[in-house]
Nanobody
């Protein structure tokens, strides 16, 4: 029904930057929010950032505030995560997710559709 495809992951040195992309295809919704989550080795999945359709509302995990920026291009049905000043603890599989509503939330259970994930590895 809805397909999310992430790209842009890779290997980067501490202090470097990466830009992740998430393309949305299939069924369209009048209003939806997008979120980025990550799962580090041996850890549970955690919220990273979220954004509403009109880009007015954004939320960030405390661990990435000031370093990561979420944005979206609705004409391209694409959401981005710009990651700057990367740290080794940012190493994880990053996944994008979609909620068919205009309310931005941080919890995994509230997102209905998920991408396959893209691996980000930050070396020290």
């Amino acid at each position: 029904q809805v397909q999310l495809v992430e790209s842009g992951g890779g290997l980067v040195q501490a202090g470097g930057s990466l830009r992740l992309s998430c393309a949305v295809s299939g069924r369209t919704f009048s209003s939806y929010t997008m979120g980025w989550f990550r799962q580090a080795p041996g850890k549970g999945r955690e919220f990273v950032a979220g954004i509403s359709r009109n880009e007015v509302t954004t939320l960030y995990a405390d661990s990435v505030k000031g370093r990561f920026t979420i944005s979206r291009d609705n004409a391209k049905n694409t959401v981005y995560l710009q990651m700057n000043s990367l740290k080794p603890e940012d190493t994880a599989v990053y996944s994008c997710a979609l909620r068919p509503t205009n309310l931005v939330l941080k919890t995994v259970v509230d997102y209905n559709y998920w991408g396959q994930g893209t691996l980000v590895t930050v070396s020290s």
